[in-house]
């Protein structure tokens, strides 16, 4: 029996959270072999922990975080520059409105022009922000930890022994249910 020391976390709904392989307290987390053969769960501080398992990391989940990353930076840049304009847009607004009281007229057209310009602005920046979202949406959402993992040796050792003790115990339970296991009764003799 050949069993891959390759671990992939799978989350369970907190109602069916069972106890943790190390410290027995209830987990949502499942760490399953790819041919599903061997699964336990484990907490997600034993995750984290060196001495317990390693994180395999793909190079493809770490270019998707990247791209996530710079999207969300990207997000919040195109904020700042229209939460900037907004701010100019205003003080000039204030800057006629105090000019127009000192020379005592009333409130001129040109104020009514800018309103209109500052909600094309507005449409421009949400649309910016609405084609990073849908940019970041299409990629599938991941998780803040790694995904596969490989356990030390002293605990796969532990799981590949556990395994050959179940196998072991299911070809007892089938010789004992078999009759020509056990010994026939002495024919003949004295």
Same mark, same amino acid.
């Given at each position: ?32 072999t790819p041919d599903n053969k061997d699964f336990f ?18 190079? =493809?989940?770490? +270019? %998707? &975080?990247?791209? #996530?990353? *710079?999207?969300?930076? !990207? ?15 205003? =003080?000039?607004? +204030? %800057? &006629?409105?105090? #000019?127009? *009281?000192?020379?005592? !007229? ?15 602005? =507005? ?6 922000? #609405? ?24 605990f796969y050792q532990m799981r590949i022994d556990r395994?050959?003790?179940?196998e072991a115990a299911k070809r007892n339970r089938q ?16």
């Amino acid at each position: 029996m050949s069993l891959q020391n390759i671990y992939h976390l799978r989350r369970v709904a907190d109602t069916a959270a069972k106890s943790c392989y190390i410290c027995h307290k209830p987990s949502s987390s499942v760490l399953i072999t790819p041919d599903n053969k061997d699964f336990f769960y484990a907490c997600p501080v034993h995750l984290n922990d060196r001495h317990f398992c390693s994180a395999i990391v793909d190079p =493809e989940d770490q +270019e %998707k &975080k990247r791209k #996530e990353e *710079a999207l969300a930076r !990207e997000i919040e840049k195109v904020k700042k520059e229209y939460e900037e304009k907004q701010k100019r847009k205003k =003080e000039k607004k +204030e %800057k &006629k409105l105090e #000019e127009v *009281a000192k020379n005592q !007229e009333g409130p001129s057209n040109s104020s009514d022009k800018k309103d209109g310009h500052g909600q094309s602005d =507005e449409k421009e920046r949400d649309e910016k922000i #609405e084609t990073l979202k849908k940019s970041a949406s299409s990629e599938s959402p991941s998780d803040d930890g790694p995904r596969i993992f490989a356990l030390h040796k002293n605990f796969y050792q532990m799981r590949i022994d556990r395994l050959r003790n179940l196998e072991a115990a299911k070809r007892n339970r089938q010789r004992l249910q078999d009759p020509s296991f056990f010994p026939s009764v002495p024919s003949g003799g004295l």
